[in-house]
């Protein structure tokens, strides 16, 4: 959905995860969206949160995105492993099969601007 403000109740929480264990994850194959949404969040909650993606970014983000900033992106399945208590940001994405790696309950804060559909991943806050 799109809001032109961010609800409150979001920010508070995204607030609340200011130097705190947190995964950014985002939609397979990710494009520059997703990807600068999350390295963007990133500089916000600082370097404990951390950028994982599913699988790969795509040709353009590997075109336009510093090398050291890519580098930077971990794998999702790796980081849950070993942080599996880690609140989990979801952004750019609602659908279940763009997220293989990711178990579907467990979005705790869910960003994005695509059209929902009855099967969409649904975020505690959102
Ligand atoms: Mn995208």
Redesign the pocket.
């Given at each position: 959905m799109y809001c032109k403000n961010p609800p409150k109740k979001l920010l508070l929480e995204l607030k609340k995860l200011r130097k705190k264990n947190c995964i950014v994850t985002?939609?397979s194959l990710a494009?520059l969206?997703?990807l600068c949404a999350a390295l963007t969040l990133q500089i916000e909650l600082g370097k404990n949160c951390i950028v994982a993606a599913q699988d790969r970014v795509n040709s353009q983000c590997k075109r336009v995105i510093e090398p050291s900033l890519l580098k930077n992106v971990q794998k999702f399945s790796e980081v849950i492993e070993k942080n599996k208590s880690s609140k989990i940001i979801l952004l750019?994405c609602n659908e279940k099969t763009l997220v293989p790696k990711m178990k579907k309950d467990r979005a705790q804060i869910l960003i994005d601007h695509h059209a929902k559909t009855k099967d969409s991943i649904k975020g505690q806050i959102e």
């Open positions: 985002f939609h494009d969206d997703a750019d």
